[in-house]
């Protein structure tokens, strides 16, 4: 399904440019509130919260002024992870939540994030719907005067979130003595993350809390996962928690200084979650997890099935299969027993929860052996060049040295103007060239 505005995970763009302005902002905010102000709710609500970005401050009054001139009243949090404002839409009833992010992307794109008044992502249908408002005449979805949204500041955001996450935990549950460093991209979780884990008692080394607008995810956060192994051994920590911008994914360090990435935290938590029988029916993973998740689910006669890169994709084949654990390489997973979507820092919970007993990090996520693998993502000026026949005859050349012994993916990003290529293979040597055979036919 095409879409013109929103991508795999939201909308997302450069701060002023063709999607993501002033102007374009209040149209997405009155577009929304005119779909979901026909959700027949009495009282007409919605949600925002942001990360840590500059244009955040600028591109949210546009995003009010859209929804409160279709008659919605709005609540904003300031800066708070995507899952909390998704677990604060459904708990607080309101007819939708946006998160302004751009996620793990640089300081100069935003974007935005819908979720329902399920606390759920939307799906493909229903943001083609919005998009056909978002182009319609905007006369025809401005209230009447004395109908108009009013806005209300909330400054307990924060608080509420961790009162949520804290609940999904045995009251006696707690971290003393645990030294925890934490890397917070200078993002949503700047707050609340060490002071969610100051509250069950660990001793927290904070880094990447520190924002002032341009500096998220700036060589910082789990996309840059070699800071949190240098801190982790600095401080001496039993863990180390790596976060990217909006908090919804997690990227772990072990106190040995391993860096444990999405696939090996979904490997230890789904073995887990078997053993304690809580995990139901399987694992939902996507095109770009490891074919060494897939062999060591199958030994272990969990069943797994892939989906379309991107977290709402994977809830949705969760909901389709009914299990209630799924999740990315990069560190979006999704706990359904207790969210809707990827949780950075209710993951990190689970994944403390299960060394309460004294268990090492590095001792939990002895798991499976991944297949080597190498991807690369070229910046592209035009992503449909994936299309061509130039690139297509190289995928064919790339696939017949792999000879069934490996795996390639290429893809165009849904969130960056790049490409994504992605090789598994047992052969080291192989990876590298089928990489570059594929880079070369795109650059």
């Not at 996620?103 to 799906?123: A, Q, R, W």
Request: glycine share 10%.
């Amino acid at each position: 399904m095409v879409k013109k505005y929103f991508g795999t995970d939201g909308i997302r763009g450069k701060v002023n440019g063709e999607k993501i302005n002033g102007e374009m902002f209040f149209k997405f905010g009155l577009a929304a509130a005119t779909y979901f102000n026909n959700q027949k709710k009495t009282k007409q609500v919605a949600i925002i919260a942001k990360d840590t970005r500059l244009s955040g401050y600028s591109l949210e009054p546009a995003l009010v002024s859209g929804l409160t001139s279709a008659g919605m009243h709005v609540l904003t949090f300031g800066p708070l992870p995507t899952n909390g404002l998704a677990m604060l839409t459904k708990k607080m009833k309101s007819n939708m939540g946006i998160m302004i992010t751009a996620s793990h992307n640089p300081y100069d794109d935003n974007g935005l994030k819908l979720f329902g008044p399920d606390g759920l992502k939307l799906s493909d249908k229903i943001e083609k719907k919005i998009e056909k408002l978002i182009d319609s005449k905007i006369s025809k979805k401005l209230s009447n005067p004395k109908i108009l949204g009013r806005v209300k500041r909330l400054e307990d955001g924060s608080e509420k979130y961790i009162d949520i996450l804290k609940k999904n935990f045995p009251k006696q549950f707690n971290l003393r003595g645990l030294r925890i460093t934490i890397d917070c991209a200078n993002g949503a979780a700047y707050k609340v993350g060490p002071q969610l884990f100051r509250s069950l008692g660990a001793i927290v080394h904070e880094i990447g809390t520190t924002p002032n607008g341009f500096n998220i995810n700036n060589k910082c956060g789990s996309i840059f996962p070699n800071k949190i192994k240098y801190y982790t051994k600095k401080n001496r920590s039993h863990i180390g928690i790596s976060l990217d911008g909006d908090a919804d994914r997690i990227i772990i360090c072990d106190e040995k200084g391993n860096i444990i990435d999405g696939d090996k935290i979904i490997a230890m938590l789904a073995e887990r979650w078997k053993r304690k029988k809580i995990l139901k029916g399987g694992v939902v993973g996507t095109l770009m997890s490891n074919y060494g998740l897939q062999k060591y689910f199958s030994k272990n006669k969990i069943k797994f099935v892939r989906s379309k890169v991107g977290d709402r994709y994977v809830k949705e084949e969760m909901q389709k299969y009914k299990f209630n654990l799924g999740g990315e390489q990069s560190g979006h997973i999704i706990l359904g027993k207790f969210a809707t979507t990827g949780d950075g820092l209710l993951v990190a919970l689970e994944i403390l929860f299960s060394m309460r007993k004294g268990k090492k990090a590095s001792e939990i996520f002895k798991n499976f052996i991944p297949t080597p693998q190498l991807l690369e993502n070229v910046v592209v000026k035009d992503k449909s060049i994936i299309n061509s026949i130039k690139c297509k005859k190289a995928i064919k050349k790339a696939n017949s040295l792999l000879n069934s012994r490996g795996r390639m993916l290429v893809r165009k990003s849904g969130t960056e103007q790049v490409i994504r290529i992605m090789c598994e293979t047992e052969d080291q040597n192989m990876l590298s060239k089928c990489v570059n055979i594929v880079k070369k036919s795109i650059t």
